[in-house]
């Protein structure tokens, strides 16, 4: 069926047995799944049960290329993780660039599957079918970057691409993350602490396998329009990154700011973290991930004052979550926090959310230092933040609490409830929803809790459409549906979203890429696929209890902006409960989220999850 | 006459060389009426790489014909999500 695009096998290593097998994926797979996250979700429906508790032996972990991963075609770098997430206690997907995923592919395979759990700490060493354990009690306690250092000088000199944890994730942070070669990550729900789980501290792979391409003369001509597209289309995010929406969110007065306290601060108090300021000050070059000619890492180090010596390359959310969400209008600090949180292996995006908690209740008078080893966290105090950051990796102080996430704060101290913007137990990304309704649904809907990926990134579709505006309700059930959908298909073929668009891989998309790839014309598909996909996992999320309560807003997104563009706005039960209706009207679900029999039918998804 | 501020953000500020602008406009002008001025700054209204807000909202939220008036604050970045 296919001429390209896929290895057709799944290396599946049992790290109590330290047996490997080498499976074949068949092709119905790839054709109903395409790769990626919809293989991961297919995977985790068959053999991950619902009572399986994340952090123990019983849970496995998946890791899934698409058919375009290390494709010849440019930023052809993505790959997925799929397992049962701590930090929610559910079905986690998370995707990451880089070069594991195109190496991994060299090695022979499209799928990664380990399974069990080692007697000691070790790095699982993968070189084509070969597999090897470097055991040895001194992984313990490496930071990320040093453990990736200390596997690299143990191989031979070749084209190695490594996945390693921090010590949050030994010391089971529910949001630890897990780190992709030099810097990119698997960075949200808690994969770092299911690999920790296992006593996997690290992973190497490599290979001499050719990935067989269906028309490599076509692939040739679609890889040159590409990047010439791209070399004007996103010479922006080449200059600035994704840190320009600092700038933007807070004039469109969506800046998660001082704990969601606010949603906007005048120019002047929040230019220190702008892209501008990044570019100027701290810039140091730009980062590339695999075949990859945008180039939107911006390589940061700080060279003068208190934290001179830190470097990052600082996203978007990470600024936002451990700048203005802290009360941080200072570059280098959120640079230095970026740092640690990699060094650590933790989510920028739950540990902002999480401090920022903390920070709220020391102004509130509702926490004190004795209960966090003499520490004070105050809004906008750096070091104190690099210092909680530290609390958490270690379960030191209020750290012992932090370190559960939402979930398990909120089962600890319920009075702090009101303090966490979160759903399913997953954090806020930083858009505040209120100022963008479409927003506030992607997050209650997201297969993975509050995320502006895998939930749908609504702001520019509330922007620019004729048909509705962002404090509108009606249409966004059908914005994020289509969003969602989108999302998914991308997410299973192994390209960054960044470059997506000279593809044409949106609603649309035309059958060039794919057919040259695997020489099956998955074009007509795509969307139908993403929809298999979305109504896959929110069939594992209903087995795993998962209904329409759970699609729920935090308290704070019920009251309104206090102040900026967006004052005066929030979004209430009822206006989320006419937002749902909508959506799960468009997705054939009954009233309680659940798919209904007669839409699984509609996308042949009955004969795989039956 | 009527004065409107253009603020450009992100990457948009490397084609005006500027962070804002303030400019006069007929006073009878319509919301038809700005993509004119824009593509005569450097910017394509249509391009699925910029995205025009006026007063908070997609300026195609607006109707064609609402008169633009004194204070109008547009902004204009590029499309661009994630991080």
């Given at each position: 069926?296919?001429?390209?695009?896929?290895?057709?096998?799944?290396?599946?290593?049992n790290?109590?047995?330290?047996?490997?097998?080498?499976?074949?994926?068949?092709?119905?797979?790839?054709?109903?799944?395409?790769?990626?996250?919809?293989?991961?979700?297919?995977?985790?429906?068959?053999?991950?049960?619902?009572?399986?508790?994340?952090?123990?032996?019983?849970?496995k972990?998946?890791?899934?290329?698409?058919?375009?991963?290390?494709?010849?075609?440019?930023?052809?770098?993505?790959?997925?993780?799929?397992?049962?997430?701590?930090?929610t206690?559910?079905?986690?997907?998370?995707?990451?660039?880089?070069?594991?995923?195109?190496?991994?592919?060299?090695?022979g395979?499209?799928?990664?599957?380990?399974?069990?759990?080692?007697?000691q700490?070790?790095?699982?060493?993968?070189?084509?079918?070969?597999?090897?354990?470097?055991?040895?009690?001194?992984?313990?306690?490496?930071?990320?970057?040093?453990?990736?250092?200390?596997?690299?000088?143990?191989?031979?000199?070749?084209?190695w691409?490594?996945?390693?944890?921090?010590?949050?994730?030994e010391?089971?942070?529910?949001?630890?993350?897990?780190?992709?070669?030099?810097?990119?990550?698997?960075?949200?729900?808690?994969?770092?602490?299911?690999?920790?789980?296992?006593?996997?501290?690290?992973?190497?792979?490599?290979?001499?396998n050719?990935?067989?391409?269906a028309?490599?003369?076509?692939?040739?001509?679609?890889?040159?329009?590409?990047?010439?597209?791209l070399?004007?289309?996103?010479?922006?995010?080449?200059?600035?990154?994704?840190?320009?929406?600092?700038?933007?969110?807070?004039?469109?007065g969506?800046?998660?700011?001082?704990?969601?306290?606010?949603?906007?601060?005048?120019?002047?108090?929040?230019?220190?973290?702008?892209?501008?300021?990044?570019?100027?000050?701290?810039?140091?070059?730009?980062?590339?991930?695999?075949?990859?000619?945008?180039?939107?890492?911006?390589?940061a180090?700080?060279?003068?004052?208190?934290?001179?010596?830190?470097a990052?390359?600082?996203?978007?959310?990470?600024?936002?979550?451990?700048?203005?969400?802290?009360?941080?209008?200072?570059?280098?600090?959120?640079?230095?926090?970026?740092?640690?949180?990699?060094?650590?292996?933790m989510?920028?995006?739950?540990?902002?959310?999480l401090?920022?908690?903390?920070?709220?209740?020391?102004?509130?008078?509702?926490?004190?230092?004795?209960?966090?080893?003499?520490?004070?966290?105050?809004?906008?105090?750096?070091?104190?933040?690099?210092?909680?950051?530290?609390f958490?990796?270690?379960r030191?102080?209020?750290?012992?609490?932090?370190?559960?996430?939402?979930?398990?704060?909120?089962?600890?101290?319920?009075?702090?409830?009101?303090?966490?913007?979160h759903v399913?137990?997953?954090?806020?990304?930083?858009?505040?929803?209120?100022?963008?309704?479409?927003?506030?649904?992607?997050?209650?809907?997201?297969?993975?809790g509050?995320c502006?990926?895998?939930?749908?990134?609504?702001?520019?579709?509330?922007l620019?459409?004729?048909?509705?505006?962002?404090?509108?309700l009606?249409?966004?059930?059908?914005?994020?549906?289509?969003?969602?959908?989108?999302?998914?298909?991308?997410?299973?073929?192994?390209?960054?979203?960044?470059?997506?668009?000279?593809?044409g891989?949106?609603?649309?998309?035309?059958?060039?890429?794919?057919?040259?790839?695997?020489?099956?014309?998955?074009?007509?598909?795509?969307?139908?696929?993403?929809?298999?996909?979305?109504?896959?996992?929110?069939?594992?999320?209903?087995?795993?209890?998962?209904?329409?309560?759970?699609?729920?807003?935090?308290?704070?997104?019920?009251?309104?902006?206090?102040?900026?563009?967006?004052?005066?706005?929030?979004?209430?039960?009822?206006?989320?409960?006419?937002?749902?209706?909508?959506?799960?009207?468009?997705?054939?679900?009954?009233?309680?989220g659940?798919?209904?029999?007669?839409?699984?039918?509609?996308?042949?998804l009955?004969?795989?999850?039956? | 006459?009527?004065?409107?501020?253009?603020?450009?953000?992100?990457?948009?500020?490397?084609?005006?060389?500027?962070?804002?602008?303030?400019?006069?406009?007929?006073?009878?002008s319509?919301?038809?009426?700005?993509?004119?001025?824009?593509?005569?700054?450097?910017?394509?209204?249509?391009?699925s790489?910029?995205?025009?807000?006026?007063?908070?909202?997609?300026?195609?939220?607006?109707?064609?014909?609402?008169?633009?008036?004194?204070?109008?604050?547009?902004?204009?970045?590029?499309?661009?999500?994630?991080?």
């Amino acid at each position: 069926m296919f001429q390209g695009g896929y290895m057709g096998k799944l290396l599946r290593i049992n790290l109590t047995t330290r047996q490997h097998v080498i499976e074949d994926i068949v092709a119905k797979d790839f054709q109903y799944f395409l790769g990626g996250r919809g293989l991961g979700a297919l995977w985790y429906w068959r053999e991950i049960g619902a009572n399986v508790e994340p952090l123990t032996a019983e849970n496995k972990i998946g890791l899934f290329t698409g058919p375009l991963t290390g494709a010849p075609l440019v930023s052809t770098t993505k790959f997925q993780v799929a397992t049962k997430g701590p930090e929610t206690g559910h079905y986690l997907c998370s995707n990451s660039s880089g070069y594991f995923g195109p190496r991994l592919r060299q090695a022979g395979f499209d799928a990664l599957i380990l399974e069990g759990v080692c007697e000691q700490w070790t790095a699982v060493v993968v070189e084509n079918d070969t597999v090897q354990f470097i055991d040895d009690k001194s992984w313990q306690g490496l930071s990320t970057f040093e453990a990736r250092k200390k596997l690299l000088n143990q191989l031979p000199d070749q084209k190695w691409a490594t996945l390693c944890v921090g010590p949050a994730a030994e010391n089971g942070v529910v949001f630890s993350s897990i780190f992709v070669d030099d810097g990119r990550a698997f960075g949200r729900g808690g994969s770092g602490a299911v690999l920790a789980s296992k006593k996997v501290k690290a992973l190497a792979v490599r290979g001499d396998n050719t990935l067989p391409i269906a028309d490599a003369e076509k692939c040739k001509e679609i890889d040159k329009n590409a990047r010439k597209d791209l070399k004007t289309s996103r010479e922006k995010h080449r200059l600035l990154g994704t840190a320009q929406l600092v700038e933007i969110i807070n004039e469109l007065g969506c800046m998660p700011t001082l704990n969601f306290q606010h949603s906007w601060k005048p120019p002047e108090e929040v230019q220190g973290v702008y892209a501008q300021t990044l570019r100027k000050e701290y810039f140091e070059r730009n980062y590339a991930c695999f075949r990859c000619s945008v180039a939107c890492g911006q390589s940061a180090k700080v060279n003068l004052g208190e934290f001179a010596g830190a470097a990052s390359r600082p996203e978007y959310e990470s600024i936002g979550m451990l700048g203005p969400l802290c009360g941080l209008n200072r570059m280098d600090a959120v640079i230095a926090a970026d740092e640690v949180c990699n060094k650590l292996g933790m989510d920028t995006i739950t540990s902002g959310n999480l401090v920022a908690m903390v920070m709220e209740l020391f102004e509130k008078g509702m926490i004190s230092a004795d209960e966090n080893e003499g520490l004070k966290v105050h809004f906008g105090d750096g070091q104190a933040m690099l210092q909680m950051l530290q609390f958490i990796a270690e379960r030191r102080g209020l750290g012992k609490i932090i370190a559960n996430g939402a979930k398990g704060i909120i089962e600890a101290r319920p009075e702090w409830k009101a303090f966490i913007c979160h759903v399913k137990g997953l954090p806020f990304p930083a858009y505040d929803p209120r100022g963008f309704n479409g927003m506030g649904l992607a997050y209650a809907t997201s297969a993975r809790g509050a995320c502006h990926n895998v939930g749908g990134y609504t702001v520019s579709g509330e922007l620019l459409s004729d048909n509705y505006d962002r404090y509108a309700l009606k249409g966004k059930g059908e914005l994020v549906k289509s969003l969602q959908d989108n999302r998914a298909y991308v997410d299973s073929l192994g390209i960054c979203t960044v470059v997506r668009g000279a593809y044409g891989f949106g609603t649309s998309p035309p059958p060039d890429t794919l057919l040259a790839v695997t020489g099956y014309d998955f074009a007509p598909h795509l969307m139908i696929i993403g929809e298999r996909i979305s109504n896959l996992e929110r069939s594992i999320l209903v087995r795993e209890g998962i209904d329409r309560k759970d699609d729920d807003l935090p308290p704070r997104m019920k009251e309104p902006i206090p102040d900026g563009p967006a004052s005066g706005h929030f979004i209430s039960d009822e206006m989320l409960n006419e937002m749902l209706d909508e959506y799960y009207g468009l997705r054939g679900w009954d009233q309680n989220g659940k798919p209904m029999p007669k839409i699984l039918e509609r996308l042949e998804l009955k004969e795989f999850i039956s | 006459m009527a004065t409107i501020s253009i603020k450009f953000l992100g990457g948009m500020q490397t084609i005006t060389g500027k962070t804002s602008v303030q400019i006069s406009i007929d006073s009878d002008s319509q919301v038809k009426d700005l993509s004119d001025h824009l593509q005569s700054l450097g910017f394509d209204p249509e391009s699925s790489d910029t995205i025009v807000v006026l007063n908070g909202r997609g300026l195609g939220q607006w109707a064609p014909d609402r008169r633009i008036q004194d204070g109008d604050e547009l902004i204009v970045f590029p499309s661009i999500s994630g991080g």
